[in-house]
């Protein structure tokens, strides 16, 4: 087994892998807008990937809402801007006829959008900012406008943001590495680009040839139903593993770095999705560079671990696979979407300011 992957790995080197990079073959729609001809907001339905690509619109909160906890959008920054988004639909989308009317609907809508997943802190960062953008407005028109147009702005930055991100992580990737990552941290878990992919795929841009291991990432597979997919799309090599081998393929000298996103990132500790902890400590042991890369938005400077709620998610995500039962209905079950990776594991932090090492005083990111 151990010859074999070392011998899968060599029939895999370049130039075998890259007939033509062609970034962005299938579509270029972004993964979350808003649409001005219907005042709507449009995504991709991602929990129809990779099977059909579909765009759905959010008409109402109850839809946007319903989008989230189902995942149809996901991903920390790509959820802060379905955040400022669903403020600006709810601005739009109210019958008050003054301001404290419209105020006090906003306020109701911010609570509601804010309790549909509590654990990456993006979505209550975008609703907040919509809130503080519209201070000082003090008509209902004018608070409609600013709403929209600051939820747009917030799109187009994160696009930058991953840009940045991607400019300051492919500085730490080698020509020829093989980089393993966990989830779906790319354009689909954001507006574009990505951030852990968005490092890979900047690489990818400056003439690096490099190869991605992604986990499947289960209950939810966003690894191998989103991350194969988004890879593929671009022609970066991508293998897929289950989760449960990556120390395997660690202790056999096939993975030289990872690279996974971030829901939140407190002082102690960096939430992420379930099992990016298990990697973590995989790599500390087998002595591999762990990176995390994430907007500042998806810091939060007053949490701890201990002050965070991780999201439960419903138990028949592990029952049921496509409807089909994978185990016994009645079996108890335990489903925690996130889990908490000890900034000791982390080699560096990637953001659009810069690649941050350890000691890590968060603070000084934001001076
Ligand atoms: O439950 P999900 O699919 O929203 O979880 C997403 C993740 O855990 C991502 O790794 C994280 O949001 C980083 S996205 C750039």
Same mark, same amino acid.
């Given at each position: 087994?151990?010859?074999?992957?070392?011998?899968?790995?060599?029939?895999?080197?370049?130039?075998?892998?890259?007939?033509?990079?062609?970034?962005?073959?299938?579509?270029? =729609?972004?993964?979350?807008?808003?649409?001005?001809?219907?005042?709507?907001?449009?995504?991709?339905?991602?929990?129809?990937?990779? +099977?059909?690509?579909?765009?759905?619109?959010?008409?109402?909160?109850?839809?946007?809402?319903?989008?989230?906890?189902?995942?149809?959008?996901?991903?920390?920054?790509?959820?802060?801007?379905?955040?400022?988004?669903?403020?600006?639909?709810?601005?739009?989308?109210?019958?008050?006829?003054?301001?404290?009317?419209?105020?006090?609907?906003?306020?109701?809508?911010?609570?509601?959008?804010?309790?549909?997943?509590?654990?990456?802190?993006?979505?209550?960062?975008?609703?907040?900012?919509?809130?503080?953008?519209?201070?000082?407005?003090?008509?209902?028109?004018?608070?409609?406008?600013?709403?929209?147009?600051?939820?747009?702005?917030?799109?187009?930055?994160?696009?930058?943001?991953?840009?940045?991100?991607?400019?300051?992580? +492919?500085?730490?990737?080698?020509?020829?590495?093989?980089?393993?990552?966990?989830?779906?941290?790319?354009? =689909?878990?954001?507006?574009?680009?990505?951030?852990?992919?968005?490092?890979?795929?900047?690489?990818?841009?400056?003439?690096?040839?490099?190869?991605?291991?992604?986990?499947?990432?289960?209950?939810?597979?966003?690894?191998?139903?989103?991350?194969?997919?988004?890879?593929?799309?671009?022609?970066?090599?991508?293998?897929?593993?289950?989760?449960?081998?990556?120390?395997?393929?660690?202790?056999?000298?096939?993975?030289?770095?990872?690279?996974?996103?971030?829901?939140?990132?407190?002082?102690?500790?960096?939430?992420?999705?379930?099992?990016?902890?298990?990697?973590?400590?995989?790599?500390?042991?087998?002595?591999?560079?762990?990176?995390? +890369?994430?907007?500042?938005?998806?810091?939060?400077?007053?949490?701890?671990?201990?002050?965070?709620?991780?999201?439960?998610?419903?138990?028949?995500?592990?029952?049921?696979?496509?409807?089909?039962?994978?185990?016994?209905?009645?079996?108890?079950?335990?489903?925690? +979407?996130?889990?908490?990776?000890? =900034?000791?594991?982390?080699?560096?932090?990637?953001?659009?300011?810069?690649?941050?090492?350890?000691?890590?005083?968060?603070?000084?990111?934001?001076?």
């Amino acid at each position: 087994c151990w010859h074999d992957l070392r011998t899968y790995r060599l029939m895999y080197q370049p130039p075998y892998f890259y007939p033509s990079l062609h970034l962005y073959k299938a579509d270029t =729609m972004r993964t979350i807008d808003w649409d001005d001809e219907s005042n709507s907001i449009v995504m991709t339905d991602q929990t129809l990937l990779p +099977a059909e690509y579909k765009v759905i619109e959010c008409t109402t909160l109850a839809s946007l809402c319903e989008a989230i906890m189902s995942l149809r959008v996901r991903g920390a920054p790509a959820l802060g801007v379905a955040g400022g988004y669903g403020m600006a639909l709810a601005a739009r989308l109210s019958s008050a006829k003054d301001m404290d009317a419209l105020l006090k609907d906003m306020q109701i809508a911010a609570k509601t959008i804010k309790a549909t997943r509590p654990t990456a802190v993006n979505l209550a960062w975008g609703v907040d900012r919509i809130l503080h953008a519209i201070n000082d407005t003090y008509d209902l028109k004018g608070i409609r406008i600013v709403a929209l147009s600051e939820a747009k702005r917030m799109a187009d930055e994160d696009v930058a943001k991953n840009r940045k991100i991607g400019e300051h992580g +492919a500085r730490l990737l080698e020509d020829g590495d093989v980089v393993l990552t966990h989830c779906n941290a790319g354009r =689909m878990a954001c507006v574009d680009w990505g951030t852990a992919l968005g490092v890979i795929r900047s690489a990818v841009e400056d003439g690096k040839q490099i190869q991605v291991v992604a986990c499947e990432t289960r209950p939810l597979n966003q690894g191998g139903r989103i991350t194969a997919w988004e890879l593929m799309q671009d022609n970066i090599p991508v293998t897929l593993i289950a989760d449960s081998m990556s120390g395997h393929l660690m202790r056999n000298g096939f993975i030289d770095k990872v690279i996974v996103g971030a829901d939140r990132i407190t002082g102690d500790v960096v939430f992420n999705k379930i099992g990016t902890y298990t990697h973590s400590v995989l790599a500390k042991e087998h002595e591999i560079p762990f990176y995390v +890369a994430a907007p500042l938005s998806t810091f939060d400077l007053e949490g701890w671990e201990e002050t965070v709620p991780i999201e439960l998610r419903d138990e028949d995500e592990l029952r049921f696979c496509n409807g089909k039962a994978i185990a016994p209905k009645d079996v108890k079950v335990y489903n925690p +979407a996130f889990d908490a990776t000890p =900034m000791e594991n982390i080699t560096a932090l990637i953001t659009e300011k810069g690649v941050y090492y350890p000691p890590f005083l968060l603070e000084e990111l934001f001076i």
